[in-house]
Structures are given as structure tokens and as C-alpha cells.
């Protein structure tokens, strides 16, 4: 069925709803070519590498007071057992200890990081701070990290698609949305860092449109996460306007797209 795309309705009035509703998101980061040195007590031996995978749960619009799990992890000369160990995770730092005391084995290492992780965002880790000390049947070995990234793991995430011919059969088919959830498809004449102000679904969620950001249609994605709209829309759109796909239960962001 051909809808015409709703020209303007501004982002926060009615659609959003008026009441402001805390919103979670968890976002993963790997860690990703970190390398540990013995250089303090073993310069001969061979650099070892880390491994791991944690989640990072925050409220949007308060990114730095969330909270972090590793789901995977691997210590060289340690091991992967989690359990024994207790890890404080922190935008600008990871630190890592073993639990208990123990005569013949122990751990302690700290990833300083050279700028905080954030929502989207990798972070180098800080080779001149960062060091660790680890001790495996009363073998101590101490160093230093040499190299590694705290890696945004995007994932697939919420994809816009622009399909059909602009103006008079556009069809914007959205995928990996919430099943059965809310999904918003905004727009702007450009791209930018819109923030989405507090009062409404989804603040402080940044998006990839510049202000004024608009809301074309309110659609419902199905059992498989997928929104489609079949619409017209001016002809003087065509080309000039970017578009963006919001899942109002997640408050993940589609790629923006240009209306052609």
C-alpha cells in the first residue's frame, strides 16, 4: 500500500510520547591486539596475547556510570577462568585481580587506556602506563602491555535501506529492529551529531543527523525485526533530505541514508 512520507512532524512532539522513560542499552567491546611483554623478568621470552569480550550496560545519557562484564576472556600464563578473578571495568581503565592469596600463583594488571571507551567509540590502549605482574607455579612474570584497542563491536545492528525510484515509489525497508517494537524514521537535510533531548524516548542517544531532525513515519517492525513502507514523497526531496531509523525500544540507530 503507497503511504506518503509525513512532512514535517517534529522529533518529541506526540510520537515520542511526553513522559521521559529511562533507557538502557549494552554495548560490546573486544579487546583487540593486546599484547603482553615479560620484559621486567623475562626479557628473552616471546610476547604473549590477551584475549576477551565484555559488555558495557549504561543508561543513555549516562554512558561513564555503567557497569561491564566480560563474557570471554583469556590472561596469558593465567588462563580464562573468570570467576578467579575480580575485574573492575571502567571507560578509562580495566583492571584485573586475582582472587584470594595464594603462595605459588597470583595477578595483577591494569589497561590504562589513552581516551575513554564511549557509546560507538574504540580507545588505544596506554602502553606507558599499562602493566601487569602474573605468577604461575611461583614463577613471576612482569611487564609491560606493548600494544592493544578497546574495540567497539558493532555488530550488524538496525540497517535502512532506500530502495525503488524517488519521488513516486520509494520503499525504506528497515532490518534488525526490535521483534514487534517501535521503530522511528527520522529526517534531515544533513548529516551531523544530533543529541535527542531529554523529555522524550531515547535521550542522549546521539544520531547522524544534524538539527532540525524530523520525524517522517512511526512504523512497527514484525517477528523478524523488519519495517517496510512503500511512500511517495515530495518531489523536491528527492536528493536533499537524509534518513535514519530509530528503534525506540533499544534506541539503536540505522546508517543514514539519502532519499534518492
Known sequence: MMRTFLLPVFLGL?????????????ATYVLDNVWLDPDQ???WESPQQMTGTFEWTYTVGDFENGSGQFTELYIPWYGSDISGLTITIAPAEIEFDMIGNYHDRGLSMTLFLVTPFGPGQSADVDTVRSKFDIEQNSVSRKGSV?????????GVGVQLTVGGACPNNVQLTVDGATASGSVALLYSTSQGSFVIPAGVACAGTTLGLAAPVEVGAMLTADAAGQAILNTS??????GNFWLQALDITSCGTSNVALLQ
Open 14 to 26: 506526540g510520537l515520542f510520547g511526553s513522559e521521559a522513560v529511562a533507557q538502557t542499552q549494552t
Open 146 to 154: 606493548i600494544s592493544g584497542t578497546v574495540e567497539f563491536d558493532g
Open 41 to 43: 623478568t623475562h626479557p
Open 233 to 238: 514523497v515530495p518531489a523536491g526531496a528527492c
